[in-house]
Nanobody, 117 residues
Framework: QVQLVESGGGLVQAGGSLRLSCAAS????????MGWYRQAPGKQRELVAT???????NYADSVEGRFTISRDNAKNMVYLQMNSLKPEDTAVYYC???????????WGQGTQVTVSS
């Protein structure tokens, strides 16, 4: 059972930056996609960004150009650099891991990001 632990959330003013980190408890040897999702109060969880084992990325339109996802396979880490933050980015951000060609996926516990206006 892989555990994902997020860190780096907090309170920031609009226009500011935060960097989220997610650590996997073990090396993932299967081809996989890691990503970040978020859920604001009263809303459904939504995709923020994903990155494959080889570094192919995908972003939600709402964060394109402001957020950057990256990963360090040697350290079992994935990151989300968030710049030019807006109040509408306020949400709990979840780390996600999906093993390609399977239905196996894991979620972290989430980290709160609050952007004040």
């Amino acid at each position: 059972q892989v555990q994902l632990v997020e860190s780096g959330g907090g309170l920031v003013q609009a226009g500011g930056s935060l960097r989220l980190s997610c650590a996997a408890s073990e090396t993932i040897r299967s081809i996989n996609v890691m990503g970040w999702y978020r859920q604001a109060p009263g809303k459904q969880r939504e995709l923020v960004a994903t990155i494959t084992t080889v570094g192919n990325t995908n972003y939600a339109d709402s964060v394109e150009g402001r957020f950057t996802i990256s990963r360090d396979n040697a350290k079992n880490m994935v990151y989300l650099q968030m710049n030019s933050l807006k109040p509408e980015d306020t949400a709990v951000y979840y780390c996600h891991l999906r093993l390609i060609y399977t239905t196996i996926n894991y979620w972290g516990q989430g980290t709160q990001v609050t952007v004040s206006s």
